[in-house]
């Protein structure tokens, strides 16, 4: 068996959780082993696959751990370096994530050429010791906003930008199916797998900030909205946000 561990700091142990989450079903099907335990402090996850499937589990495992330094890492650095001050969370929220996303195939490249292909896998340490030149191509989009934040606020061209940016993001899934009832959402593929469920008020900005952060990670082609009445500032925020992409039933 082929064996490799991922570990980070307990702060982070979201990240463990995300990838746990994406590997779960990928090990069940390589017919691996997957564990959870928590190591000196640290969150770790231990896998074991077959030999003979050690090359697409590496590449299925290694895609996730780009997804998670960008999810995390590089939201955060933008969220603590670029200040818009919108007066509206949720788009400024929305704004952070598109961009976090915009132009990712060229981040996980970097990620992947400094990921060790056997032992542990430090998160931490990966992106604060070698992950150098992914904050190197950050500061420069950070440096593009903030030198035309002022005109693009003022001529009314901030909003255009954004949508451009969610339309730029390469679709991960062709579409999904957003349901509301009450007191909570839920999504799930055209096939019916769900993809996320969480309770819901529309009045609760920080739960609209976290479904249309979870629809912009997902990028779908097409969002179906079957949201109540009661649930129409989410809806209105997804419709303005992703145009041509929704469709209300």
Not at 67 to 78: L, P, Q, T, V
Request: include cysteine.
């Amino acid at each position: 068996m082929f064996e490799i561990t991922i570990s980070t700091l307990k702060s982070r142990e979201k990240d463990i959780e995300f990838i746990m989450s994406k590997m779960r079903p990928q090990i069940k099907s390589l017919k691996g082993i997957l564990t959870y335990a928590e190591v000196e402090k640290r969150p770790k996850l231990a896998f074991a696959v077959p030999e003979n499937k050690k090359d697409y589990f590496l590449a299925v495992l290694f895609d996730v751990l780009c997804e998670a330094i960008i999810k995390s890492y590089k939201y955060e650095y933008f969220l603590n370096n670029i200040k818009l001050h919108l007066n509206n969370r949720v788009t400024e929220a929305a704004f952070l994530k598109a961009l976090t996303m915009f132009d990712k195939s060229a981040d996980k490249e970097i990620i992947k050429k400094y990921i060790p292909i056997s032992g542990e896998i430090l998160l931490d340490s990966l992106y604060n010791f070698r992950l150098w030149e992914l904050e190197k191509r950050w500061r420069e989009v950070i440096k593009l906003v903030e030198d035309n934040k002022g005109y693009l606020l003022l001529s009314g061209s901030f909003i255009d930008l954004m949508k451009f940016l969610l339309l730029s993001i390469e679709p991960e899934i062709d579409e999904v199916q957003l349901y509301g009832g009450e007191g909570y959402v839920y999504c799930k593929n055209k096939q019916g797998k769900e993809l996320f469920n969480c309770a819901f008020n529309d009045e609760n900005e920080n739960q609209i900030i976290s479904i249309i952060s979870e629809l912009i990670t997902l990028a779908p082609e097409k969002i179906v909205l079957h949201l109540t009445e009661n649930q129409e500032k989410l809806g209105t925020y997804i419709k303005n946000l992703f145009e041509l992409k929704v469709e209300e039933k």
